[in-house]
């Protein structure tokens, strides 16, 4: 049974695997490239996003927590400028009014992406 050789393969063959190979790469870099481009929330957001996790991570370990524990974690992720600058390089302004947005954790999260 004999190999196949350079000459053997038909240029649409060629080219079509080139197509598939291109667009799977396309579509791996895509996405970070789009968040890249994408605008970055602000510092304020960003705040408002580290307080707001921080609530709804209290409010999943204790559901019957009381208002002031609540506002005792709030004052507390006020305070995590290196959370709050991450959040500012690292997600779009669109995921972070997702999260904003959000009625718990597990929508938090998917808000966030991967």
Do not use: N, Y
Not at 1 to 30: E, F, N, Q, T, Y
Not at 58 to 81: F, L, M, N, W
């Amino acid at each position: 049974m004999p190999g196949l050789s350079p000459r053997s393969v038909a240029p649409r063959d060629l080219a079509v695997a080139l197509a598939i190979i291109g667009a799977a790469v396309l579509l791996v870099a895509a996405r970070p490239l789009l968040r890249r481009l994408s605008p970055a929330p602000s510092r304020e957001e960003c705040a408002a996003l580290v307080e707001r996790r921080a609530e709804q991570l209290a409010r999943a370990a204790d559901p019957t927590a009381k208002a002031a524990t609540i506002a005792s974690v709030r004052a507390a992720a006020r305070e995590r400028q290196d959370s709050i600058a991450r959040c500012a390089a690292e997600i779009t302004r669109d995921e972070a009014r997702c999260a904003l947005a959000s009625h718990g954790a597990d929508e938090f999260e998917r808000c966030l992406g991967p």
